[in-house]
T-cell receptor, first 114, second 115 residues
Framework: KAGVTQTPRYLIKTRGQQVTLSCSPI?????VSWYQQTPGQGLQFLFE???????NKGNFPGRFSGRQFSNSRSEMNVSTLELGDSALYLC?????????????FGPGTRLTVL | DQQVKQNSPSLSVQEGRISILNCDYT??????FLWYKKYPAEGPTFLIS?????DKNEDGRFTVFLNKSAKHLSLHIVPSQPGDSAVYFC??????????????FGKGTMLLVSP
């Protein structure tokens, strides 16, 4: 069974640009959560999607948005990039909604903002 | 405000010895705790968990202890192996009023097990 895949794996952008990251969950998983990992803050929850609907949102500005498609694939968008957005963005999928189901993480997308 | 704290950024242990990773939390609403292990260039993988109604959970070489009164949990790895070298994240789950739940992670502890 294929694991969670994230594309691209590495990305370099400049301030003010926008970026879209993609996550394909494990087949059969309907929930996708996104996390930001930075050395100073650890892993921070961004949002969770289940059945194409955002079910939960962390404390991030509106520049961070996402969506989920009918095949459960999810995209995350960050607009007007800032230097502080440089981080590893992780996506996790689970069979059901929320963290009552085991989450399986992808390898992440390393975003560098110059 | 860091609700889940891993105060030791790193820990070095010799192979065969015990590794003890600590985690403190402040939110009394946390009802479930998890440990994840993360190797470089890979996503975190689930290691072991414990419900707030228990004080110990064991799985092979890994044991997690929970002290609710102290709001403290620890992960014991016995015996430690070089392959255990990774970053370990402590995470806690709280139930939100809406019924949806989130995971709050600590900043991680890098464990290095030397031969």
């Amino acid at each position: 069974k294929a694991g969670v895949t994230q594309t691209p794996r590495y990305l370099i952008k400049t301030r003010g640009q926008q970026v879209t990251l993609s996550c394909s969950p494990i087949s059969g998983h309907r929930s996708v959560s996104w996390y930001q990992q930075t050395p100073g803050q650890g892993l921070q929850f961004l949002f969770e999607y289940f059945s194409e609907t955002q079910r939960n949102k962390g404390n991030f500005p509106g520049r961070f948005s996402g969506r989920q498609f009918s095949n459960s694939r999810s995209e995350m968008n960050v607009s007007t990039l800032e230097l502080g957005d440089s981080a590893l963005y992780l996506c996790a999928s689970s069979i059901g909604q929320g963290v009552y189901n085991e989450q399986f993480f992808g390898p992440g997308t390393r975003l560098t903002v110059l | 405000d860091q609700q889940v704290k891993q105060n030791s950024p790193s820990l070095s242990v010799q192979e065969g010895r015990i590794s003890i990773l600590n985690c403190d939390y402040t939110n009394s609403m946390f009802d479930y705790f998890l440990w994840y292990k993360k190797y470089p260039a890979e996503g975190p993988t689930f290691l072991i968990s414990i419900s707030s109604i228990k004080d110990k959970n064991e799985d092979g070489r890994f044991t997690v202890f929970l002290n609710k009164s102290a709001k403290h949990l620890s992960l014991h790895i016995v015996p430690s192996q070089p392959g255990d070298s990774a970053v370990y994240f402590c995470a806690a789950r709280s139930a939100r009023r809406s019924g949806y739940s989130t995971l709050t992670f600590g900043k991680g502890t890098m464990l290095l097990v030397s031969p």
